[in-house]
Nanobody
Framework: QVQLVESGGGSVQAGGSLRLSCAAS????????MGWFRQAPGKEREGVAA??????YYADSVKGRFTISSDNAGNTLYLQMNSLKPEDTAMYYC??????????????????WGWGTQVTVSS
């Protein structure tokens, strides 16, 4: 079992920044990868960023603006979001994958999910 708890969401104006955090516990050694996803009302959940074996992956829509990172112990996952746009408004979810020995990268097929944190960007 992996438990994930997100924090750091909020409301900002366009051009602003937010830093999301995800506290992870349980099965640390079996985690293949971790990622951030988002879902806006009426839209499908989409991958934002992922990290696996020290490699990082980003959706084209956030490249150059968002940065995924984690602490040395792997207990906290971060998403630094800069130059935010109104279209970044969504519920943001942290996810962890442990099965299969592969990383789904930006596909929303991870094994474990947090409850999400809301990000709202106003113009």
């Amino acid at each position: 079992q992996v438990q994930l708890v997100e924090s750091g969401g909020g409301s900002v104006q366009a051009g602003g920044s937010l830093r999301l955090s995800c506290a992870a516990s349980g099965e640390a050694r079996s985690r293949v990868c971790m990622g951030w996803f988002r879902q806006a009302p009426g839209k499908e959940r989409e991958g934002v960023a992922a990290t696996s074996s020290d490699s990082t992956y980003y959706a084209d829509s956030v490249k150059g603006r968002f940065t995924i990172s984690s602490d040395n112990a792997g207990n906290t996952l971060y998403l630094q979001m800069n130059s935010l746009k109104p279209e970044d408004t969504a519920m943001y979810y942290c996810a962890a994958h442990v099965r299969g020995g592969y990383c789904p990268l930006l596909r929303p097929t991870y094994d474990y999910w947090g409850w999400g944190t809301q990000v709202t960007v106003s113009s």
